[in-house]
Structures are given as structure tokens and as C-alpha cells.
């Protein structure tokens, strides 16, 4: 930076971070040179102010910078990585901010419906693996077109509904990091409220949990209900590391009926 006199100033700061924010204690110095005119007694060095760093994710943020002297402009400016550190990644997605050992887990859960298409229902899946995040938003029985996605009031994407054997399907895929066919997942929906919306009207809601543990379906719908009850089983098979072959297998137990799928990913046509 600057002082007020126009002279380039260097800033130091050290400070604690909570979550995705950085509030640091600043420093300049004064004094220093370059070769054998260095001497460290000459060195002094004195508070300059704070700054405040957020990170929108693993390769992007803003810092706010509040100098003490007020003859000296406060403001923000983004800043972007220029290093990353040896055998680390970075996918842009959340993925990226959690480490290799963060724990494993998913949580999948039903959608409410708000009574405009009674026959609709909905399922949010957020799946986690060391190195790897996904989550999908899936909606059936609604009116065939496009439905926008909110995640916590902002969109996130569209839904393509389409009519299939026995009604409509729409889903909507999002990973970190991503592959081909699906969007990168760089913001994290547990705890937020996850809407299925065309323009004004909401059709689908729910408040996508925090645990890892799948909570059951809401209540009410068709009759007839398996006798082993409702549930979601989801099996998943990959080789060791994030690429390669993938076959994933999910049962899942309604109030009104049973569905089984096997999925294959990159594997040869």
C-alpha cells in the first residue's frame, strides 16, 4: 500500500481465523535496507490497523483494510491465490476448504410440499468424502418445465423437468470437484433453506439438515406403505482416490412405493 505521502508502504499482519473470516492486527516498518546498508537497530516498527479478511472459497476473497492514521483511506479490494501449497488441491469448490481428513457422511432428505402441485414431491442429497462433496436436488410430479433452484435465497441453478414412464423427473447435480454433466458445488447447503421455485410461486421447500444421519420423509401421501417402513439406503463402490470407475446402488423405501437403481460412471460406452 501507500502512505499519505504517496511512498509504497509494506504491511504485515498476523490474526486468528474463525470459519471463512481473517481479523488481523497490522504493522509497517520503517528503517529497513536493502544489502550491506541493512542495519536492524534501524529497523522500528508500528501499529498500521487491521485487516479483515473473508474467503469465498479456497481461491477467492476480499480484504478490508482499516488503517489507524485517518489521513490514510480505509476501503476493500478482492484478492485471488498465487501459490498453492505442495501435494494440495484446490477446486474452487468446497471441497477444497475441508481437509483430508474431514469425516465422511450423507444426509438425504425429503422435501415439503407447499399444497400448488399436490402431487409433487422433492429429495435433497449432500454427500461427503475426504477430498469430495456432492449434492443434488431432485423433484418429480411436477408440471413439465424449468424450475429455478434457491439455496439460502440465491439461485443456483435450473431443474429441467421432463416427462418420463409414469410422470415427471427433474434433478439437478452439483460436486467439488466437478465432473462433466454437473455444476460446481463452491457453496455449502446444510443448515440453509433449499426452494423450488417458477418465478414467484414455491412448490418445493425444506431446510436441508446438518447431520449425518438421513431424517425421514414427511408424513402423509398414498397408502399401502411398505411393511419394513421408509427409508433411503445408498451404496457406493469407487477405486481409491477421486477418479475412475464408479458404481453406485440406492434403495429407497416410500410411503407408497419402492424404487432400486444401479448407476455406472465412467466407464467405457
Same mark, same amino acid.
Given at each position: 500500500?501507500? #502512505?499519505?505521502?504517496?511512498?509504497?508502504?509494506? !504491511?504485515?499482519?498476523?490474526?486468528?481465523?474463525?470459519?471463512? !473470516?481473517?481479523?488481523?492486527?497490522?504493522?509497517?516498518?520503517?528503517?529497513?535496507?536493502?544489502?550491506?546498508?541493512?542495519?536492524?537497530?534501524?529497523?522500528?516498527?508500528?501499529?498500521?490497523? $487491521?485487516?479483515?479478511?473473508?474467503?469465498?472459497?479456497?481461491?477467492?476473497?476480499?480484504?478490508?483494510?482499516?488503517?489507524?492514521?485517518?489521513?490514510?483511506?480505509?476501503?476493500?479490494?478482492?484478492?485471488?491465490?498465487?501459490?498453492?501449497?505442495?501435494?494440495?488441491?484446490?477446486?474452487?469448490?468446497?471441497?477444497?476448504?475441508?481437509?483430508?481428513?474431514?469425516?465422511?457422511?450423507?444426509?438425504?432428505?425429503?422435501? $415439503?410440499?407447499?399444497?400448488?402441485?399436490?402431487?409433487?414431491?422433492?429429495?435433497?442429497?449432500?454427500?461427503?468424502?475426504?477430498?469430495? &462433496?456432492?449434492?443434488?436436488?431432485?423433484?418429480?410430479?411436477?408440471?413439465?418445465?424449468?424450475?429455478?433452484?434457491? !439455496?439460502?435465497?440465491?439461485?443456483?441453478? $435450473?431443474?429441467?423437468?421432463?416427462?418420463?414412464?409414469?410422470?415427471?423427473?427433474?434433478?439437478?447435480?452439483?460436486?467439488?470437484? !466437478?465432473?462433466?454433466?454437473?455444476?460446481?458445488?463452491?457453496?455449502?447447503?446444510?443448515?440453509?433453506?433449499?426452494?423450488?421455485?417458477?418465478?414467484?410461486?414455491?412448490?418445493?421447500?425444506? $431446510?436441508?439438515?446438518?447431520? &449425518?444421519?438421513?431424517?425421514?420423509?414427511?408424513?402423509?401421501?398414498?397408502?399401502?406403505?411398505?411393511?419394513?417402513?421408509?427409508?433411503?439406503?445408498?451404496?457406493?463402490?469407487?477405486?481409491?482416490?477421486?477418479?475412475?470407475?464408479?458404481?453406485?446402488?440406492?434403495?429407497?423405501?416410500?410411503?407408497?412405493?419402492? #424404487?432400486?437403481?444401479?448407476?455406472?460412471? #465412467?466407464?467405457?460406452?
Amino acid at each position: 500500500t501507500y #502512505d499519505n505521502a504517496g511512498n509504497p508502504t509494506w !504491511v504485515s499482519a498476523m490474526g486468528p481465523v474463525t470459519g471463512d !473470516v481473517a481479523v488481523l492486527n497490522a504493522w509497517s516498518t520503517r528503517g529497513g535496507a536493502f544489502g550491506n546498508s541493512f542495519d536492524p537497530a534501524n529497523v522500528q516498527t508500528q501499529a498500521w490497523g $487491521t485487516l479483515t479478511v473473508r474467503f469465498s472459497s479456497c481461491t477467492q476473497g476480499t480484504v478490508q483494510f482499516n488503517p489507524g492514521n485517518p489521513a490514510l483511506a480505509s476501503g476493500s479490494m478482492p484478492i485471488t491465490r498465487l501459490t498453492i501449497p505442495y501435494n494440495s488441491s484446490c477446486s474452487g469448490g468446497i471441497s477444497g476448504d475441508s481437509g483430508a481428513t474431514s469425516g465422511s457422511g450423507e444426509i438425504v432428505q425429503f422435501m $415439503t410440499n407447499t399444497g400448488l402441485v399436490p402431487a409433487a414431491s422433492g429429495k435433497l442429497k449432500f454427500e461427503e468424502l475426504p477430498g469430495r &462433496a456432492e449434492f443434488s436436488a431432485e423433484a418429480e410430479d411436477l408440471p413439465a418445465g424449468a424450475y429455478a433452484l434457491f !439455496v439460502d435465497g440465491i439461485q443456483r441453478g $435450473t431443474i429441467a423437468v421432463a416427462t418420463v414412464a409414469g410422470g415427471t423427473n427433474g434433478e439437478l447435480e452439483f460436486r467439488s470437484p !466437478v465432473e462433466p454433466g454437473k455444476v460446481l458445488l463452491d457453496f455449502d447447503p446444510r443448515g440453509k433453506v433449499v426452494q423450488i421455485r417458477q418465478g414467484a410461486s414455491v412448490f418445493l421447500s425444506a $431446510t436441508l439438515g446438518t447431520a &449425518a444421519a438421513p431424517p425421514p420423509p414427511p408424513t402423509g401421501g398414498g397408502s399401502g406403505s411398505p411393511p419394513f417402513g421408509d427409508a433411503v439406503y445408498h451404496l457406493s463402490v469407487e477405486p481409491s482416490g477421486n477418479d475412475g470407475p464408479e458404481l453406485k446402488a440406492r434403495l429407497e423405501q416410500r410411503v407408497n412405493r419402492v #424404487d432400486f437403481n444401479v448407476e455406472l460412471e #465412467d466407464v467405457p460406452a
